[in-house]
């Protein structure tokens, strides 16, 4: 499944230090448990928001990943996504 876990992020922020910080997460727990993949992050620098989108079992599991990566998601929701 997907899910899409949102945190937030100050303008000033680098995205892609966000998006190494939840692809090391998701392969630590990976590693050592439940699959846990990180595809893709989203910045919205106008609401100072960042969405990431993992592939995982559980909303747990990505939480735990975030959890790993030092991350604090407000919330993790399944996302359906169409390429």
Sequence with gaps: M??????YLPGGAALADVARQ??????????TGPPVRFMQAIFVPLDESCF????????????????????????????????
């Design 2 to 7: 997907l899910y899409l876990a949102e945190l």
């Design 22 to 31: 939840a692809r090391a997460g998701a392969d630590a727990v990976a590693a």
């Design 52 to 83: 990431v989108l993992y592939q995982a079992e559980s909303a747990a599991d990505v939480t735990a990943a975030g959890t790993r990566a030092g991350l604090a998601f407000e919330r993790v929701a399944v996302a359906i996504a169409a390429w």
